[in-house]
């Protein structure tokens, strides 16, 4: 199958698995077997889902022959071009895109069956729970969290938790029955127009009361008495949460309790390794900040720009996006604390912080971090009415194809250099670096040398949550392009903390500590300082 034809494979296998999930829940535990079954599937369609082109390109570089070769070049230039074109409205589009799009899909299953990874793939995407219980030690604890339409001889509208718990003496995946969704939801209800000061309130009363952590914590308390390690898969709204700074008493925050690990699938675990710094002569740290969004080639006067992150700025109806000083500040003081260790960096600042020099890191052989500060941009429900003044945009602007594509891969990206050239106005070029980096475009990219990501920006983090398949965003896009490991954001976060956030982060990778160590303490550092909502706005995905 193409990644196309295995989307749609697993989104057809919904209605199958919420039955399932339905049955357990009713029958908690009563045949192991059964939960088995369950959790395997589930961990194989997880991995089909966020599966990446990356698998079939290391062994066709290795392959001599030079037909396949060609044919993987094709694929490659044609699905850049292709993403280039869904960028245009439909009445631009050229006559030959939807018979490009089939040749594309034809040509990517040839490839993939060429490829010597193909039987290697259907072996790897197969993970057993065995296997993961295998890789624990007697105080580490496996949570995968469950998310489904919940039925009753007939469909409901509730969504309703759950999670499989593995640990080191478990007989089989035990299932937990948590919450119904609602219950979350308003909980989570955050108005993101709402002024800063607004907001801060709501996110420091959600991380302060316990009614969120009673949610999750409560039911799973006795399945975590003797741990002190969590490897926690999130599902559905649990994507938006920072599980390390939710309260369980008085005194304690579960990230203060245990060592909480967040992973993309728990089938992740048969390969994990936490990631450090490789600080050999070939490695790189690669920053981007302080972006000129106009990219004019006079010089822009800063002073006139407020001093904000106004993130996301789509929603709030501005049509510019504002120079943010603090990322300039953030990326130079990161720069110059790297070069003291003797690392080589790059910084890429004003109009060279380009869309194409992102594009240009995809095959990068030498391992590397990347750190983007930059605006990114959600949009979350297409089904929702245009406001007033998005009507006015002309159906043919980028914003407009952005705000309406039924592909979330679309409605989710970076801004960079020049993007407010090309944010509001026509333009029927599909070879230009409009400055508007999609997480479609990303997942095209190979960054498998890529040991990190810091999207250093507002709600990065965010996308079209489907269920237990995950975030289809910023997030998934970077994971589909071999990104080891993310930092992401979940809500408009202060620049001048986020930049001490990071410089403690950085401090402590240099000094030789582990990626998830040194993003633990300095969240600890920042806590120990200031509420929730100035620190607790950054998750790692490992």
Not at 378 to 386: D, G, S, V
Not at 490 to 504: G, R, S
Request: net charge neutral.
């Amino acid at each position: 199958m193409s990644v196309t034809e295995i989307q749609s494979f697993v989104f057809g296998n919904n209605k199958q698995g919420a039955i399932t999930y339905s049955y357990i829940q009713n029958h908690t535990n009563q045949y192991p077997s059964l939960n088995i079954a369950i959790y395997e599937n589930q961990l194989l369609l997880k991995n089909l889902s966020i599966r990446n082109q990356q698998r079939i390109k290391t062994t066709i570089e290795k392959n001599g022959d030079a037909t396949v070769k060609q044919k993987y070049q094709q694929f490659l230039d044609n699905k850049r071009y292709i993403t280039k074109i869904e960028e245009l409205s439909a009445a631009q589009r050229p006559a030959a895109y939807n018979q490009l799009k089939a040749e594309t899909e034809s040509l990517e299953k040839e490839l993939t069956r060429l490829s010597a990874t193909f039987s290697e793939a259907k072996k790897s995407l197969s993970v057993s729970w065995k296997e993961i219980q295998e890789q624990l030690k007697p105080n580490e604890v496996v949570i995968d969290l469950v998310s489904f339409n919940y039925y009753n001889n007939k469909w409901t509208d509730s969504i309703m938790y759950g999670a499989f718990v593995i640990k080191k003496d478990s007989k089989f995946p035990k299932f937990i029955n948590l919450f119904e969704e609602k219950q979350l939801s308003v909980l989570l209800n955050r108005n993101s127009k709402a002024h800063d000061s607004i907001q801060s309130k709501i996110i420091n009363k959600q991380y302060s009361d316990k009614e969120i952590s009673d949610l999750f914590y409560k039911p799973l308390e006795a399945e975590l008495k003797n741990g002190n390690t969590i490897y926690l898969a999130p599902s559905g709204l649990a994507h938006q949460i920072n599980f390390k700074a939710l309260p369980i008493n008085d005194n304690q925050t579960l990230g203060e309790k245990f060592k909480v690990i967040l992973l993309g699938t728990t089938a992740a675990l048969i390969d994990y390794k936490p990631t450090a710094f490789n600080k050999t002569n070939d490695f790189e740290m690669i920053l981007y900040g302080g972006i000129d969004y106009n990219k004019k080639e006079v010089e822009v006067n800063k002073e006139t720009y407020p001093n904000v992150l106004n993130d996301l700025a789509t929603r709030s109806g501005i049509t510019e996006f504002n120079y943010l000083p603090g990322t300039n500040e953030e990326v130079n003081k990161i720069n110059k604390e790297a070069i003291s260790y003797n690392l080589k960096t790059t910084i890429k600042t004003e109009s060279a912080a380009t869309e194409e020099s992102v594009k240009k890191l995809s095959g990068k052989a030498n391992p590397f971090i990347l750190h983007l500060a930059t605006h990114g941009f959600f949009f979350e429900n297409i089904k929702q009415e245009l406001s007033d003044f998005d009507k006015n945009i002309p159906e043919e602007a980028k914003k407009r194809i952005y705000l309406t594509s039924e592909d979330p891969m679309m409605r989710s990206g970076l801004l960079l250099a020049g993007a407010n050239n090309s944010w509001r106005k026509t333009n029927n070029e599909t070879n230009t670096d409009d400055g508007i980096l999609t997480a479609k475009e990303i997942a095209n990219l190979d960054l498998g040398s890529c040991k990190l990501v810091v999207l250093s920006a507002c709600e990065t983090g965010l996308g079209q949550i489907n269920g237990s398949e995950g975030v289809f965003g910023l997030q998934r896009a970077f994971k589909m392009a071999g990104v080891q490991n993310i930092i992401m954001s979940l809500w408009k976060v202060p620049d001048a903390q986020t930049a001490e956030l990071f410089e403690i982060f950085y401090t402590e990778c240099f000094n030789g500590k582990s990626i998830t160590d040194a993003f633990q303490l300095a969240q600890s550092k920042m806590e120990a300082k200031c509420r929730p909502y100035f620190w607790a706005g950054f998750v790692l995905l490992e």
